[in-house]
């Protein structure tokens, strides 16, 4: 298994602030995605990434994947209380039907 | 929007009974996947489906069973619960393609609880 290893596990900021979540692993991907799960639902997809050292934003939210595609990060800009959530990092595993690996997940929450 | 389902959504149920948590989508997806979620912990990957009548088991060993006899409906089974299958189980679909972004889209997730 690919171990994917994300960092915080717990953020909690006020509305405003900036926050970097890391998603690292000694294996690399093919590509790594970015989820997004609230209480009581399943994960919803924010973005991938696919060609080592590319950048995506999402509004307020920077995506980037390391030169090596092995690390990934989430940059969340002036944070809102609706961004309160656990956020996923996942590796896509070819050899598993294109299956996901997944991170712990960071929790984040945003107060006003 | 993905329209993915899962029904029951929570289930508290007795050792030892056989319980089937169901999974459907609409989007005519050919890969299925089940995965399973302890709070605070990543989700694992316990079975996947590459289409109808085929079923493969994932990186985490369980004791449950799944078939996939139509396209659409991706069914898991275990024949007799225990407490250590406590847990919230998330059924996910995706379709084959040669596009290196692959989506999965999930479905709510069913919470159960083995007493």
């Known amino acids: 298994t690919q171990l994917l290893e994300q960092s915080p596990q717990f953020l909690s900021i006020q509305e405003g602030e900036n926050l970097t979540v890391y998603c690292n692993s000694s294996?690399?991907?093919?590509?790594l995605q970015w989820y997004r799960q609230e209480p009581g639902e399943g994960p919803v997809l924010l973005v991938t990434?696919?060609?080592?050292?590319e950048v995506k934003k999402l509004k307020r939210l920077t995506f980037q994947f390391g030169d090596a595609r092995k690390d990934s990060s989430l940059h969340i800009t002036a944070a809102q209380p609706g961004d309160t959530g656990l956020y996923l990092c996942?590796?896509?595993?070819?050899?598993?039907?294109?299956?996901?690996?997944f991170g712990k997940g960071t929790s984040l929450l945003v107060t006003p | 929007e993905a329209d993915i389902y899962q029904t029951p959504r929570y289930l508290v149920i007795g050792t030892g009974k056989k319980i089937t948590l169901e999974c459907s989508q609409t989007m005519g997806h050919d890969k299925m996947y089940w995965y399973q979620q302890d709070p605070g912990m990543e989700l694992h990957l316990i079975h996947y489906s590459y289409g109808v009548n085929s079923t493969e088991k994932g990186d985490l060993s369980s004791e449950s069973t799944v078939s996939r006899i139509r396209t659409e409906h991706f069914p898991l089974t275990l024949e007799s619960a225990r407490p250590s299958h406590t847990s919230q189980y998330l059924c996910?679909?995706?379709?084959?393609?040669?596009?290196?972004?692959?989506?999965?889209?999930f479905g709510p997730g069913t919470r159960l609880l083995v007493l």
């Open positions: 996942a590796g896509v595993v070819e050899s598993s039907g294109y299956a996901l690996n």
């Open positions: 990434v696919v060609t080592g050292g």
């Open positions: 294996s690399v991907f093919s590509s």
């Open positions: 996910a679909s995706s379709l084959i393609s040669g596009r290196a972004e692959k989506t999965q889209y």
